[in-house]
């Protein structure tokens, strides 16, 4: 039985872990390993707020499956089924001006990810499928060009994304704006109840395929706003653009709290995997 320590020794340099994420992705490929009884490779869930840490925990999980169970691993986002700036803004004509910002539900190609997974899920050996990529500081879709492709069929597929696994029935009902975006721009809420109908009509077909559902829970939204922002400098960094700054990282958060709080009060009870996270990246499971 591999420990965190060989996990850990498996790592490319610049992947952030520690010990404790490196027993949480264990754990979670032990239970992956589980699944595969049946034809078809299982679909893995990952959720968790902005700056959670679940890209890299996917990755971890990833890797854990390829060095130490032989497996090949299809790991992607849900934020690189994204619409693009075209498709958003016709949106923003059509629905609501607040349509223009990724992250809600309703501004993923959902069609896109059930193709994605369908292709994967029946590729022959030498077959083809890529694999949708979105810059998240250009604010726009990668040219179909710039694709990945992912040879043959994977043995698991994980998908990780802020609201995976999130269903319309977590929501509660609209009772009013919640935060200052929703007060200043979606006072009756129009947008919000356009968002929750896109939940209710496309996503769910997806979450029903899951076979294993992972949530990560944070302390606060003010923990989600430091690792949002703490995300954007290291992307900036990387690339030498510029990211928002921290009213522009509150901002954007702030589209997202409605489902976050759902989010955190369903995966508890809706959750087969949940996880803890301190502010020190520090994981501990739940067990009930």
């Avoid at 032990?30 to 679909?43: E, F, H, Q, V, W």
């Avoid at 060095?67 to 693009?84: Q, T």
Wanted: glycine fraction near 6%; hydrophobic fraction near 45%; charge should be negative.
């Amino acid at each position: 039985m591999p420990s965190p320590e060989d996990l850990l020794a498996a790592l490319p340099a610049d992947l952030p872990a520690n010990s404790s994420s490196a027993e949480a992705a264990l754990a979670i490929a032990s239970r992956i390993m589980d699944l595969r009884k049946s034809a078809a490779p299982p679909l893995v869930g990952i959720n968790g707020a902005q700056g959670s840490g679940k890209s890299t925990l996917t990755r971890l999980v990833a890797i854990a499956l390829e060095r130490f169970h032989g497996l090949r691993v299809c790991a992607f986002s849900l934020d690189d089924f994204y619409f693009g700036k075209p498709a958003r803004y016709q949106l923003g004509d059509k629905v609501h001006r607040l349509c223009e910002t990724r992250g809600v539900p309703g501004t993923h190609d959902t069609l896109l990810l059930l193709d994605t997974l369908d292709a994967l899920s029946r590729a022959a050996p030498e077959d083809r499928t890529p694999l949708p990529q979105f810059d998240k500081l250009d604010d726009d879709r990668v040219s179909r060009e710039e694709w990945p492709e992912f040879v043959g069929r994977p043995d698991a597929i994980l998908l990780e994304g802020w609201c995976v696994g999130l269903r319309a029935e977590d929501v509660p009902p609209y009772a009013g704006p919640i935060n200052a975006l929703e007060a200043a721009e979606d006072p009756d809420g129009a947008w919000f109840a356009w968002s929750l109908g896109a939940l209710a009509a496309d996503y769910a077909q997806i979450w029903d395929r899951m076979a294993l559902l992972v949530s990560i829970e944070v302390p606060d939204l003010e923990t989600v706003i430091a690792s949002r922002l703490k995300q954007e400098q290291g992307l900036s960094a990387a690339t030498g653009r510029p990211g928002m700054d921290r009213a522009a990282v509150t901002r954007f958060v702030q589209h997202y709290e409605r489902y976050t709080r759902a989010l955190w009060a369903a995966m508890p009870h809706r959750a087969e995997m949940l996880f803890r996270r301190d502010g020190a990246f520090g994981f501990t499971e739940v067990v009930e």
